[in-house]
């Protein structure tokens, strides 16, 4: 075995040896064909932090009273102990910004080093989602933009105008992206450019859509086509193109949202492998440098606990269970394709055929670049994980009186776990599946929603009502919002000028009929 | 493979300083609330500490569309132990179980009803004396004055090129230039005209010739008057002029007679802490005079009067004249915007209270701003209370009187003497 030369015995780090080691992790990473964007590592202090995480982690930020809440309740809960600060903050940009703690160790800061500047970037760049839906050159410019278009939409039309126009785009934030369709990347420097043009334009259209100056020929009622055509997913995309009295800032400030919205949207699709590729990389790169006697003994168990701690994942039954921890599930997936690819046992061959005893590097760049949590967990999740993990299934059906296990870790349960899991990272199936059913454009100009129910599991009532409230902000005129359950309506909400009232059963399938009429 | 390390942590601290005064704008009904609840229940020692603010979570809540429970729920858990496929659990009472975990859940804590957290020092003391204010100051005068203000005060030739005066300068070199071409300019126009009348006879080439080339020599001389000197740049000069300020002093009279219990004693200095926290808040230049008195009264220091044990029976008369006397001595009324506050649990001396009344009315009223008196007391009205009675219905501007009874009147009581009454 080779001498030892670690590149630094302390624990104190300098900034010639976050140096060192960024050096020599780009040299490993390179090895392993990690494609980053260039790094920029900025180290920051805990209350730097605390506004990093208020402003999810975004450099630059329109101002809104939220960011404040969520700042007071980090600074609270980082005061009294209940949570540590995350030891860094990676953004998906071009450099690749990295925010490491200042009181790390050395030991931790090679780590985060590892962990954002190659696993988080290089998936930044690599994963379909993110380069379909972001631009990583342009997100910055495009946040200055908005800040700055908010600001000035403060200045000219007051800061409660423009918070309260902001409380109702964030209400409907989750519903301000495509889902489906495939968007043209945002452009920052256009945005500017384009925006006045929009402005004018947009409004022209969207007087002519409600145009009420009668037709020469006269048409019949039943015979005006049916608006949205099909029903539109996007509500904040909906509201900013056909909102029949909003103003032209106004419609900017939606766009802005939904821009921003979208921006995310790759982020909360792939939490659990965008975790699990960082840790594992964070795994593989240091243990590269241990191999290569760059660093000593006590750097390695340090980094082992750590590593250890990041990836425990307490029991359901356990006081600190707080759902899955997606570093754990995320790492054992990656790990475990490594396994399969190196050491295959006979039930890797039989359900892995494709990868078992393939190569390892491939088969990982593979699952990174092509896939999002809910399809990574479907075609990955092994029964070792699920066995190591024991993981298991239950069914809580309020027609039922108890709750039913339907699943362990057995043969005849690994298809239904592993289904059931990539359903509870399904974005779509996770947030109630709600569009844009119709505008009546002839009569009272409301709009319509639809909530298309799944496995009877109703809105939150308290919550909807809200949104509604923020939705009638936005839309000026009444906004219905139905149930569908397998094909009839079940209960409706309706907000006017003064409230939001719900109606079920036959009422809300008439109060339709009317609307319709 | 470029990369780049930066030290971030000397740049701005408070980066989402106007994030958070926007939620504090925006919540401050609530906040307000909560400070003044914190006030009531604190000790005396740390009136000013901050607090922790709670707020009804639902009050803060952004809604979102979400599920609610109920329906046919499917939930994946790690860390089986005895489970088998088909046993049938219990369904978990009271909210959060095994099934709202794995869900939809916010990760917020929603099961908290409460939104905690932490103002700064200085943001809560601005929510405990928002909207508070010193009456009737309105005396101003210059003496030991620090303020100025800066005021144009012509202009020199001398200065930063920041303060230089663009059309004076112009003007100057306009005029330094017609003064200083007009000789030459009149030289020119004689030739000219001695020019036309040569040029229709033919034998005065060589008189014609000399004249052209004076005509050049003239040009070049106007040509080398320069546009603008250095001597023309005229430069705004400003210079300090005091403004009058108002300058403020603050009586604070409290009895600590044998009748004031150490209850009321805790009361009545909690109301003088309130006041002088807010008074070395929001004024900076103000005096603070404390006297306190039984039989007699005495000057005392800040740490005298908060924490001294002397005590004895009541003059309440005492402290008035030892007032009046300092303010003849070191305040007069003419410069001074002259306040006083009062407190004690109103039992005095029988004759006494006439002579304080009496006192008031004669000497002190006419030269104070405003007057505020506190009477600490759980029994009935004193004698005290009915002699300030019949002042409070002469002087109802700057006379004012409240009573409390238990240490939650307190800040409300403060609150009320010290409100700013909308002009």
Redesign the interface.
Known sequence: MKKRKPIAESSEWT?EH??AY?TEL?RIA?RYRLD?Y????????A??M??AY??TGMPVGY???????Q???T??KY?RGHIGLAYELVINSN?CVA?LM?ENTLTMQALVIAHA?FGHNSFYKGNYLFRTWTDASAIVNYLLFAKNYIAECEERHG?EAT?CLL?SC??L???GVDRFRRPAPISAEDEKRRQHEREEYLQAQVNDLWRTIPKKEKVKVEEWPRFPSEPQENLLYFIEKNAPLLEPWEREVVRIVRKISQYFYPQRQTKVMNEGWATFWHYTLLHTLYDEGLVADGFMLEFLQSHTNVIF??????PY????NPYTLGYAIFSDIRRICEQPTDEDNRLFPDIAGSDWLDTVHHAMANYKDESFILQFLSPKVIRD???????????E??????????D??YRR?RE??A??YNLST???N?EVQEVDLRGDRSITLR?L???????????????MK?LHHLWHFDVHLETMLEESVTSRFICDDESVRIVTGEKAVQTKSKAEV | MAFLIIDRRPNGKHKGAVNRQRFLRRYRKHIKEAVADAVNKRSITDTDRRDEISIPRKDVSEPQFRHGKGGRQGHVLPGNKEFIAGDKIARPTGGAGIGGSGGTASNTGEGMDEFVFELTQQEFLDFMFEGLELPNLVKKQLKDTEAYKLIKGGYTSDGIPARLNVVQSLRGAHARRIALSGAIRRRIKELEGELKTLGEQAESEDRVQEIKIELDRLDRRLNHIPFLDDFDLRYNILIKQPIPTSSAVMFCLMDVSGSMTQDIKDLAKRFFILLHLFLKRNYQKIDIVFIRHHTVASEVDEEEFFYSRETGGTVVSSALKLMEEIVRERYPASDWNIYAAQASDGENWAEDSPQCRDMLEGSILPSVQYYAYVEINSSEDQALWHAYEEILEKYPDRFAMRKVTDSSDIFPVFRDLFERKSA
């Not at chain 1, 260039?38 to 202090?45: S, V």
């Not at chain 1, 009186?401 to 057995?410: L, M, P, Q």
Request: aromatic share 8%; net charge negative.
């Open positions: 900034f976050l140096d960024e780009a390179e980053t260039p790094n920029q590592i900025e180290i920051i202090n209350e730097q605390m506004d208020s402003a101002h809104h009273w939220s960011f404040g809440k700042f007071l309740s600074e609270q005061l450099p925010y200042e500047c800061v918070e409380d964030h209400a934030m989750n519903y994942q307490p029991a359901f039954d356990s269970f707080n759902g899955i993990l024991k993981l298991f299934c239950i069914l809580d059906d309020d027609n009186k108890e709750i039913e296990v339907t699943a362990i870790h057995d005849s349960g776990i059931e899991l359903e509870q996770q947030e109630p709600i909530h129910q799944h496995d009877r599991i109703p809105l939150s009532e308290d919550d909807a009502k809200e949104v923020h």
